[in-house]
Nanobody, 114 residues
């Protein structure tokens, strides 16, 4: 059974940076497309970044140019580097396969506030 554990969230001021990490276990990490998703209070979960097994990336318009997704197959870890954070980036962030496994981890809270 897959286990998804996200880390690296926190409270940051506008304009600041955070790096999220996710090390899925119980799955064939290398062959999958992975994504970072987020869910803000009162809103539906949205996907913000995707990385394929060939390191091709894609981003939601709202984060393009500010967020960078990457993966380390040796460590079975996917990262999300978030720069120039804005208050509207405040959300719980999750990693999952694309398409998702149908189950989710607890996520990691990112709060952007002065």
């Amino acid at each position: 059974q897959v286990q998804l554990v996200e880390s690296g969230g926190g409270l940051v001021q506008p304009g600041g940076s955070l790096r999220l990490a996710c090390a899925p276990s119980g799955t064939m990490f290398r062959i999958y497309v992975w994504g970072w998703y987020r869910q803000a209070p009162g809103k539906q979960r949205e996907r913000v970044a995707v990385i394929t097994s060939s390191d091709i990336t894609n981003y939601a318009d709202s984060v393009k140019g500010r967020f960078t997704i990457s993966r380390d197959n040796a460590k079975n870890t996917v990262y999300l580097q978030m720069n120039s954070l804005k208050p509207e980036d405040t959300a719980v962030y999750y990693c999952n396969r694309v398409p998702d496994f149908g189950q989710w981890g607890q996520g990691t809270q990112v709060t952007v506030s002065s």
